[in-house]
């Protein structure tokens, strides 16, 4: 049974910091990705992860401030949010598919087939 469970997400002030979890079973999955969706806005990409490579890729705005781990004897995939602005308050959702290729955008939300329900997190100036 697919199941992706987020936890970690919460409350800061800007300049703070935040770790995702995001506990997947049911298959290996090829692709691990965070996404997160603001109010009125699209679901965007923010960080992926090829696990047959070991590769990861990151959204622009969150290069050098979020990072993208997994730790495969938990089948748990992480991301570390760190120097959090509130531009990056949003709901974030876990995101995995187990037969994605190399090769394409990995921040695409079309690339996943499951999807997390989403932890929220908040970040006041």
């Known amino acids: 049974q697919v199941q992706l469970v987020e936890s970690g997400g919460g409350s800061v002030q800007a300049g703070g910091s935040l770790r995702l979890s995001c506990a997947a079973s049911?298959?290996?999955?090829?692709?691990l990705g965070w996404f997160r969706q603001a109010p009125g806005k699209e679901r965007e990409g923010v960080a992926a992860?090829?696990?047959?490579?070991?590769?990861?890729y990151y959204a622009d705005s969150v290069k050098g401030r979020f990072t993208i781990s997994q730790d495969n004897a938990k089948n748990t995939v992480y991301l570390q949010m760190n120097g959090l602005k509130p531009e990056d308050t949003a709901m974030y959702y876990c995101?995995?598919?187990?037969?994605?290729?190399?090769?394409?955008?990995?921040?695409?939300?079309?690339?996943?087939?499951?999807w997390g329900q989403g932890t929220q997190v908040t970040v006041s100036s």
């Open positions: 992860f090829y696990t047959r490579g070991g590769s990861t």
């Open positions: 049911g298959y290996i999955y090829n692709c």
């Open positions: 995101a995995a598919d187990k037969l994605c290729v190399y090769g394409g955008s990995f921040l695409s939300t079309d690339r996943y087939t499951y």
